[in-house]
């Protein structure tokens, strides 16, 4: 079969003018009425148009069907990328699109989520792969909406999290049309975010289309993952397929990183010989296999394990933790940690070593900061994937480890154990403190929490680094998607989004999911509490309600001390009172069951208990909670 | 040295005074926002713990004028924060409840020590 070229306008206006011609012998009265003018006359030609550049009569009706618009094929595209759901906004850069995806597409793989916000959308994107480890998709409006997104795209840029997003342009200049047309297009619209996402391209065919949205997905699950961009030009979408022969390019998955033999040989050597050796652990774990193998590890070197920004290592177990008071790390051990300068120099100075081992030295653009500072005094750098690599390091440290060294790490595992145990029951015994208090500690709340849901299976799907990570010292993490870490940019606004993605994955394994939701945060974009309830994503939601953005009361208290001004107008711009947000009505607004405030901890239980039977009736709820400020 | 006899003289004078623990519950919630570290209790929060109050309301005022972790907590001069009104800031942290129970007796905290 012959390939055709693609249409382009002139070309389009010959065959629908052609078209119109044969179509017009037999058609119907009814049928040879005048179309309804297009939104737009300049982007679809109008029987006018068409006239005045063909000299012919104005085409029928049926003339302007398209069987087979390109956005067919972009969808039989996404098909194959096996993307569950996508979230949107709705705009006209991606019409085309979006009509094949529900329709042709039949709404199914992906499943349109309407998002209230483009913000949200890639939120919701980013909490969903935190805990099912699969890519979800973010469909965006050309310039606004991709403007709207940005916030979420560098969350989940800085948190090494993929979001496959496609987004809606009018490119060729001439046929977008005047107007909001031309304030939605953009000549290179990949450079309004390409400073913080791993790759973009804008396709110029479906083909094109097609491998560029293989390769995105490829490059976005490569270690260091990262979200991409794939501009959809409104023009592909709408222009009929010409090309029938088009295929799917196989989507093949690169290998993540691993050092080589010699390199964890090296460091193996260093950690089995070390006499207080550390593991500190980031972004580590992708998978739940990751957690496992950290496991193994530190079991095979009796090492404490310090976790963080997401599950890496069962928190209860004897071995996570520093180590203990007097514990004092002389062989420490990264695993993709953002930014190790401090801890490697601090290190060095006191004669210990530090191995580095993350992806994040493959990929650094320059614009954006995160990658921290230059971490100069680390001893053995590795520019591999951590959790690729355990496995060859669990080997390399079995095979150095004799039965006498075997007996010593087993008695610095037993110190290790008992150093945990007293750290736990320290921690523990702090949630006494202001326990009967109101506001209510936050102490008090996940502790009255926990033996509701200690028996189910439960996910925390919202940051714990403005509760005092209370549930960390009290609940028992010790499964992959229970707890889901930080925003990656700390971009406020995130957390309510990216509880629903997390909850929307937990929704089909059945499980509990537990959303302790900010104040502030949640202002950001609560539109997200409909999206939950009209997709029917079951999640309880607590809110941490302090009436404030916490951390900046605190800020410019401390700024008018070091000023030599006082305290009383630090609630200026800071604070969430004057009136103070009654988020049960708002839950309500959005068609959620809510609760509250409630300011008396005697009434948690009772009312969280109220929470979790509508939750498992398969939808959201959301308690208020009037609590301390951290 | 005259300066600390200064310092040492308004210290006393301070140290004389009593505290009105009403007025100084405005002044920890509202005017200088103690409550932002240390929890509307003084139980909680990202600061020191200061019910029940170890020190006596001299020492108080002076680790209010110079705390030991600066960049932790803030100094308050007393251009800001008169004696007086840190005489009553200490009368209400005096006040308040120490209520916590023993972590053994509460079953939901007991339940979880090992």
């Not at chain 1, 850069?93 to 094949?100: G, I, K, W, Y």
């Not at chain 1, 605190?554 to 200026?572: E, K, P, T, Y």
């Not at chain 2, 005017?31 to 020492?59: E, I, W």
């Amino acid at each position: 079969m012959a390939k055709s070229k693609p249409l382009g306008r002139r070309g389009f206006l010959k065959g629908a003018a052609a078209g119109g011609a044969v179509l017009a012998a037999g058609a119907p009265a009814a049928l040879a009425q005048e179309p309804a003018a297009p939104r737009n006359a300049t982007a679809r030609p109008n029987p006018t148009t068409l006239a005045a550049d063909t000299g012919r009569r104005p085409p029928l009706a049926s003339a302007r069907l398209i069987e087979r618009p390109g956005s067919d094929f972009m969808v039989d595209v996404l098909k194959t990328l096996n993307l569950e759901y996508l979230g949107s906004n709705p705009g006209s850069t991606f019409e085309s699109l979006h009509e094949s995806l529900i329709n042709y597409g039949n709404n199914q793989m992906p499943e349109f989520l309407t998002c209230c916000h483009e913000e949200s959308a890639v939120a919701m994107a980013h909490g969903y792969f935190k805990i099912e480890g699969r890519p979800m998709m973010a469909l965006i409006h050309g310039t606004v909406g991709l403007q709207h997104a940005s916030m979420a795209i560098y969350n989940a840029y800085a948190d090494r999290v993929p979001v496959f997003m496609v987004v809606g342009n009018h490119a060729d200049g001439a046929v977008r049309g005047s107007g909001v047309e031309s304030y939605h297009s953009a000549q290179d619209m990949g450079a309004l975010v390409r400073d913080f996402v791993k790759w973009d391209d804008e396709p110029y065919s479906l083909g094109h289309f097609a491998e560029s949205a293989v390769r995105a997905y490829k490059i976005a699950m490569t270690p260091p993952m990262g979200p991409v961009l794939i501009v959809a030009n409104n023009e592909i979408q709408s222009r009929p397929q010409t090309d029938m022969s088009l295929k799917v390019p196989k989507l093949t998955m690169t290998r993540p990183p691993q050092a080589d033999d010699a390199t964890v040989a090296e460091a193996a050597k260093m950690l089995v010989n070390a006499d207080f050796p550390l593991i500190v652990a980031q972004r580590a774990a992708r998978t739940p296999e990751g957690m496992k193998l950290l496991v193994e590890l530190a079991e095979t070197l009796q090492s404490p394990v310090n976790s963080s920004e997401r599950m890496n290592f069962p928190l209860q177990h004897p071995l996570a933790g520093t180590g203990g008071p007097g514990y004092r790390a002389d062989v420490i051990l990264n695993l993709e940690v953002a930014d190790a300068s401090g801890a490697a120099r601090a290190a060095h100075a006191r004669g210990a070593k530090t191995i580095n081992i993350t992806a994040g030295n493959l990929f650094l653009k320059s614009n954006i900061q995160d990658a921290g500072h230059y971490a100069s005094d680390v001893d053995i750098d590795i520019g591999a994937d951590a959790e690729a690599t355990l496995p060859a390091l669990i080997e390399a440290t079995k095979k150095l480890i004799t039965a006498d060294r075997k007996r010593a790490l087993e008695e610095r595992g037993v110190k290790l154990a008992a150093a945990h145990k007293q750290a736990r029951n320290r921690l523990i015994e702090q949630a006494a403190i202001g326990w009967d208090a109101s506001p209510i500690s936050l102490a008090r709340m996940s502790a009255e929490l926990w033996p509701l849901i200690r028996n189910e299976d439960w996910s925390l799907v919202s940051w714990q680094g403005f509760i005092s990570e209370w549930p960390n010292k009290l609940w028992n993490f010790d499964k992959h998607y229970q707890y889901m870490g930080s925003h990656g940019g700390g971009g406020m606004g995130a957390g309510l989004p990216m509880a629903v993605g997390g909850a929307l994955a937990n929704k089909k394994h059945g499980r509990l999911s537990i959303n302790i939701q900010t104040d502030g945060d949640l202002n950001y974009a609560p539109g997200a509490l409909w999206t939950a309830a009209h997709h029917q994503i079951p999640m309880l939601t607590i809110m941490h309600n302090n009436r404030a953005y916490h951390a900046e009361v605190m800020f410019v208290q401390q700024q008018a001390s070091l000023h030599n001004r006082g305290a009383d107008r630090c609630h200026i711009g800071t604070k969430l009172t004057s009136p103070n947000i009654d988020y049960a009505k708002m839950a309500a607004a959005y068609g959620i069951y809510g609760e509250g405030p409630i300011t008396d901890p005697k009434d948690l239980s009772a009312a969280f208990k109220r929470g979790i039977e509508r939750v498992k009736k398969g939808e959201p709820a959301l308690i208020d909670v009037i609590t301390q400020p951290r | 040295m005259k300066v600390f006899a200064i310092i040492l003289a308004l210290v006393s004078t301070a140290a004389a005074q009593t505290g009105n623990a009403a007025a100084g519950k405005a002044l920890y919630n509202d005017k200088f926002m103690c409550y932002t570290c240390h929890g509307y209790s003084g139980q909680n929060g990202s600061g020191a713990r200061l019910v029940p109050m170890k020190k006596d309301q001299a020492a108080f005022i002076a680790y209010v004028r110079n705390p030991a972790q600066p960049n932790r907590m803030p100094s308050f001069s007393p251009k800001v924060m008169s004696d007086a009104q840190l005489a009553d800031v200490y009368a209400y942290i005096k006040s308040l409840p120490d209520s916590d129970p023993d972590p053994k007796s509460v079953p939901l905290l007991r339940d979880l020590i090992k």
